[in-house]
């Protein structure tokens, strides 16, 4: 990631939107150069994007050199173009039985009027499954076992996070006329506000990154006229970069320097979380460009012990009206908030949660502060912090 410069007290602790230049950008992204000969196991180096094949499919096999692997993917999703191509990682009949069920659950969710919204495009351009994983699982545990057995996911996850990590699913369908999303970074910090994401200091930006792992598994073939995802190899190394997203001058070098790879039926692409990217507009009379977007995150976003933080809140809202009633500073009452309730809005069910007017939808501890300023009473508090559970629940 880029150094900022040392402040008289030590590297500098907090980014602003102040600090991002689009020349210090492309001069970064420019900079770097996506060698072949830095990585023995990959078949070719295409627009900087690396392509994987047969020869790390015969390589994985052996433990010791399993290894050499993951080092090598954690080089490139690191410190190379943050975006590996792995070219036939799953099997046509493997994929064809998967978009046969994704198919019918789709069905399923129009029959019943549900709509799956997307964080980064127009409302209606894409067709969406949220919690695929567990839906999959539900609907056609057969196929599931056959797809997560997939030896290329758990290769790329392991190497990037190491053991016991977390993989969620979500299936997109972007149907022909589907406009480009704009280019973003993704979860943790890329799926926060600025005003958020400029609140946790320049550490968490860096460590952000390692704690998840994008992905990708192509359900149909996507010739570049079907607009598959576009990627700015090496944009990842950017410090301030979930702070530029957005911007004007970053959204421009983006649409003059950003690459597209054709992908085919059971390929599959994982990148660097902080990767600037978006899914491009699909210019095709008839093709639904499908894939399987995978989030996989790090076993360590954990907390060490489970909290009851629903009824934590109920409890200490009677106490915190009569504070609030006699002048308890609003930074006293934040201070208990943050201790009590959940701060964070995942993970969550984005089929009954899904974001208004934001990226992430409202937390608990946000419900609370607002019953405050609203003086409600605790009945209707504790109701409408049951039906958050309730939306936050799976199934």
């Known amino acids: 990631m880029t150094a900022l410069a040392p402040s008289p007290h030590g590297w500098q602790t907090w980014l602003h939107r102040d600090d991002c230049s689009v020349e210090e950008f492309a001069a970064s992204v420019e900079a770097s150069a996506t060698e072949r000969d830095d990585y023995p196991f990959a078949e070719s180096v295409e627009r900087q994007v690396l392509i994987y094949g047969p020869k790390l499919t015969r390589a994985i096999s052996d433990p010791?050199?399993?290894r050499d692997v993951r080092a090598e993917i954690v080089n490139?999703?690191?410190d190379g173009p943050g975006i590996i191509v792995f070219r036939g990682a799953f099997e046509s009949e493997v994929i064809d039985r998967a978009t046969e069920a994704f198919n019918e659950m789709l069905a399923a969710q129009r029959a019943a009027g549900v709509t799956g919204g997307d964080h980064f495009a127009k409302p209606g351009a894409n067709d969406r499954i949220w919690g695929a994983l567990d839906?999959?699982?539900?609907?056609?545990?057969d196929v599931f076992v056959d797809y997560y057995a997939n030896d290329i996911i758990a290769l790329a996850s392991s190497a990037w996070l190491g053991p016991n990590y977390q993989i969620n699913s979500a299936l997109n369908i972007v149907n022909p006329g589907g406009q480009a999303q704009v280019p973003h970074r993704d979860?943790?910090?890329g799926f926060m506000p600025l005003e958020t994401a400029t609140a946790y200091p320049a550490h968490v930006h860096r460590l952000s990154p390692v704690l998840t792992l994008q992905g990708a598994v192509a359900h149909c073939d996507m010739p570049i006229e079907t607009g598959p995802t576009m990627y700015l190899p090496h944009s990842h190394k950017y410090l301030p970069g979930y702070l530029a997203a957005g911007l004007p001058d970053f959204v421009d070098y983006f649409a003059e320097h950003y690459v597209q790879l054709p992908l085919v039926k059971g390929d599959a692409v994982f990148f660097n979380p902080a990767l600037f990217h978006g899914a491009g507009t699909n210019r095709s009379v008839d093709v639904r460009r499908m894939a399987n977007l995978l989030q996989?995150?790090?076993?360590f976003g954990r907390s060490l012990e489970s909290v009851d933080r629903t009824r934590a809140s109920e409890a200490i809202y009677p106490v915190l009206r009569v504070r609030k009633a006699s002048g308890a500073s609003d930074r006293e009452i934040r201070?208990?908030?943050a201790a009590a309730a959940e701060g964070y809005p995942f993970p969550t069910n984005l089929d009954r949660d899904q974001p208004v007017d934001s990226l992430n939808s409202e937390t608990?501890?946000?419900l609370v502060l607002r019953a405050l300023d609203g003086d409600w009473d605790t009945a209707r508090l504790t109701a409408e912090l049951r039906a958050l559970d309730v939306r936050h629940l799976a199934g």
Do not use: D, I
């Open 296 to 299: 996989v995150s790090s076993a």
């Open 335 to 337: 201070n208990v908030v």
């Open 64 to 66: 010791t050199t399993r």
């Open 187 to 189: 979860y943790h910090l």
């Open 135 to 141: 839906k999959l699982a539900v609907a056609r545990p």
């Open 364 to 366: 608990q501890a946000e």
């Open 76 to 78: 490139a999703l690191m």
